[in-house]
């Protein structure tokens, strides 16, 4: 695995991380919950009565928004990732993550980002564990 200098970006991902840290904290503060994908996901399966509505407004929220940075940002600005496999590949990825966040309990974001906030042993562990990885 080799480094891309041309296109390190650290500017960009140190204002992400900030916008992701102050997002968790304020869906702490207000909302009482984490901010876990996996957890807010899987609370939709299946859906308790009056817990769906936020849930599916998040979820379509982190769906929409890179449309929307499509049709707002400067054509230079907007980068197509290239991803070199297959359908097949892509979605047999997409259920071995969905059965590791169920293994471990959450997902990346959840503890890497709101787990390790709260001081929690089991994300210090899982997001050990990822980096390992």
Known sequence: MT???THFTPWASLSGGLLL???AALFILL???VLGISGILGGLLPPKSGDTFWRIAFLLGMATAPVVYALLAPADMIQIPRIDAGLATIVVAGLLVGLGTRYGSGCTSGH???GL??????SLVATLSFMAA
């Open 3 to 5: 480094i891309d200098w």
């Open 21 to 23: 840290g102050v997002a």
């Open 31 to 33: 909302n009482g919950r």
């Open 112 to 114: 890497g980002v709101c």
């Open 117 to 122: 906030s709260r001081l929690s042993p089991r």
